[in-house]
């Protein structure tokens, strides 16, 4: 009878300890996953003021626009809540989108070779960056399902697993594909 209840005993520590581990590897998992987006921002964040600058050069009465997107930059550089830094990095996307879109009005500026660059870096940045978000917010599904799920939950609360925050946008504009109209159909 000892001998049982010293095995049960010692099977329910190595279940403990299991979980721990496992809550352990998935909260490490969603850590760095969300260094891998944290990356890429940052990758973002430094070609901003190059592509700016290169704008800068053909549209000097768009001026507002090009300092809209350096305060977007600068506000989504300092901000370290994951919700808040989506909402910010939203912002920023428009306004880069904005920048973008002003390379239309100006046909050298489309033929310059320093903005192609840049323009091919920003959407090797932005693939990368979803990328890294999906990867983040699936890493967190698991860890999050994992301190939610019983017999987990009780060894997640004991040791104060928190949820973690999913890294979103609230809409679904930056996955649309643009429509571009080559010629009119008559």
Do not use: C
Not at 96 to 108: C, G, K, M, V
Not at 147 to 157: K, R
């Amino acid at each position: 009878m000892k001998t049982m209840f010293f095995a049960v005993l010692v099977l329910i520590l190595v279940a403990g300890v299991a979980i721990y581990n496992r809550l352990i590897r998935g909260r490490n998992r969603a850590t760095t996953a969300w260094s891998d987006i944290d990356v890429q921002l940052q990758r973002r964040h430094d070609l901003i003021p190059r592509l700016v600058a290169a704008v800068d050069q053909y549209a000097k009465y768009e001026k507002a626009t090009l300092e809209a997107v350096t305060e977007m930059r600068n506000e989504a550089m300092h901000v370290a809540a994951v919700g808040a830094r989506g909402k910010a990095e939203e912002k920023l996307s428009a306004g880069l989108q904005r920048i973008i879109a002003l390379a239309e009005d100006y046909p050298d500026l489309k033929a310059n070779e320093n903005f192609l660059n840049l323009q091919n870096e920003l959407v090797e940045t932005e693939n990368y960056l979803q990328f890294a978000r999906r990867y983040y917010n699936g890493s967190v599904r698991d860890y999050n399902t994992l301190t939610e799920t019983v017999p987990n939950n009780f060894i997640a609360g004991w040791f104060k697993f928190g949820a973690k925050e999913f890294f979103q946008k609230s809409s679904d504009d930056a996955a649309n594909v643009p429509l571009v109209k080559l010629g009119s159909v008559e």
